[in-house]
């Protein structure tokens, strides 16, 4: 059992910008993580850029327990997501339904992501709010729940995170956007071992290691295209092509991302069968 009181101070020191929009989910949350009934272990990470000290990423999981006979607590959160979502520009909230899993991620700054989903047969809730004191809006504080009632108890995590918008990161165009990638499915590939240890389930394991396989060829062809000059451009444009040619393992998210970056490639080349290459790779991702 953790000292509640600390953790109530951490979350009002670590949230200053977002109070105001997420007043009622944080106080719910707050409810929660200090009644004297629950169990609570927690984990915070923070990103900072080095030169400027300005914040670029946040992580703070909650993971709870708490008896059946305070399951009003997790209403009581459920309902805050109600009286805050005008003020949020996202929400969402699902269940894995028949499946044991059903993975969610969630961005987290600074280049990496975290999965809800992995407790078996849970229920989610998340909703984004822009950063009140983001100028240029592309930063945002967004608030989980996922939880799963068992016949005593109930057994959860509250997650808050902070990263750039989806819409922001939808137009970046570089590098880091297929890193995103690989790492998310990094995350996702590691969770997919834990799954395969406990159920002897291989088939999840195999889908996620091809994909982090052909993210890491595509990252890898792409850096050598920019990198090439001449017909050696060509070639990686080929590598490109072929590898196009199978994007099974590739889920929506993660063929739009390639397209867009497959667009910004054939903005760096003039010849017209390299072009014409990376159009036909666009329509097989399509």
């Known amino acids: 059992m953790k000292n509640k009181q600390i953790i109530a101070v951490g979350i009002i020191l670590m949230l200053p910008l977002a109070i105001q929009a997420q007043e009622n989910i944080k106080k719910a949350f707050d409810a929660l993580i200090n009644d004297n009934s629950a169990d609570v272990s927690t984990t915070h990470k923070l990103n900072r850029d080095p030169q400027t000290g300005t914040k670029e990423g946040q992580l703070d999981v909650y993971e709870f327990t708490i008896p059946m006979a305070q399951k009003q607590l997790v209403k009581n959160i459920e309902r805050a997501f109600e009286k805050d979502q005008d003020q949020a520009y996202s929400i969402n909230s699902g269940s894995p339904g028949k499946s044991d899993y059903a993975y969610e991620s969630i961005a987290v700054g600074g280049g990496s992501s975290y999965m809800l989903g992995d407790i078996k047969g849970s229920?989610?809730?998340?909703?984004a709010f822009i950063d009140p004191q983001d100028k240029e809006k592309i930063h945002r504080y967004l608030y989980a729940m996922e939880w799963k009632e068992g016949k005593s108890e109930i057994q959860g995590k509250l997650v808050v995170t902070y990263a750039t918008t989806?819409?922001?990161?939808?137009?970046?165009?570089?590098?880091?956007?297929?890193?995103?990638?690989?790492?998310?499915?990094?995350?996702?590939?590691?969770?997919?071992?834990?799954?395969?240890?406990?159920?002897?389930?291989?088939?999840?394991?195999?889908?996620?290691?091809?994909?982090?396989?052909?993210?890491?060829?595509?990252?890898?062809?792409?850096?050598?295209?920019?990198?090439?000059?001449?017909?050696?451009?060509?070639?990686?444009?080929?590598?490109?092509?072929?590898?196009c040619k199978d994007v099974s393992p590739l889920n929506a998210e993660e063929k739009k991302m390639i397209i867009d970056e497959i667009k910004n490639l054939k903005k760096q080349t003039d010849d017209e069968l390299t072009q014409k290459m990376f159009d036909m790779s666009i329509e097989r991702l399509k």
């Open 123 to 127: 229920r989610y809730i998340y909703a």
């Open 166 to 243: 989806a819409q922001y990161r939808s137009k970046r165009i570089g590098v880091g956007d297929v890193g995103d990638l690989m790492e998310r499915a990094e995350i996702m590939r590691k969770r997919a071992e834990e799954i395969k240890k406990r159920y002897g389930s291989s088939v999840t394991v195999e889908i996620i290691n091809n994909a982090h396989i052909w993210l890491s060829k595509f990252q890898s062809y792409k850096k050598w295209f920019l990198e090439a000059k001449g017909e050696r451009k060509n070639t990686q444009a080929l590598n490109i092509y072929e590898l």
